[in-house]
């Protein structure tokens, strides 16, 4: 039930865009709060964004307008499509499925925003 796959991330310039995948093992996918965390160097993670099984989202105010987070359930995929990205986007970002009181986390996948 907790296993949590990410892909997606890599190195883009400034202005550029990526699309982070995770995918969940198990059957409880489609009844889970889904959400993107990121942890930059000497940072703390923060909640990047999440999306509720009725498809309601939140948004950091840092990426709120750039950041799109979606789900499909069928797949037990949740996605975080990342447009106009800046260098302070650069993190591991993480992956949460929450699940009747339960956290699960991915391993992380790093994203960096340079030229």
């Known amino acids: 039930q907790g296993q949590l796959v990410e892909s997606g991330g890599g190195l883009v310039q400034p202005g550029g865009s990526l699309r982070l995948s995770c995918t969940a093992s198990g059957d409880t996918f489609k009844i889970s709060i889904m959400s993107w965390h990121r942890q930059a160097p000497g940072k703390e993670r923060e909640l990047v964004a999440y999306i509720t099984s009725g498809l309601s989202t939140y948004y950091d105010t840092s990426v709120k307008g750039r950041f799109t987070i979606s789900r499909d359930d069928a797949e037990s995929t949740m996605y975080l499509q990342m447009n106009s990205l800046k260098p302070e986007d650069t993190a591991v970002y993480y992956c949460?499925?929450?699940?009747?009181?339960?956290?699960?986390w991915g391993q992380g996948t790093q994203v960096t925003v340079s030229s």
């Open positions: 949460n499925k929450a699940t009747y009181g339960h956290a699960y």
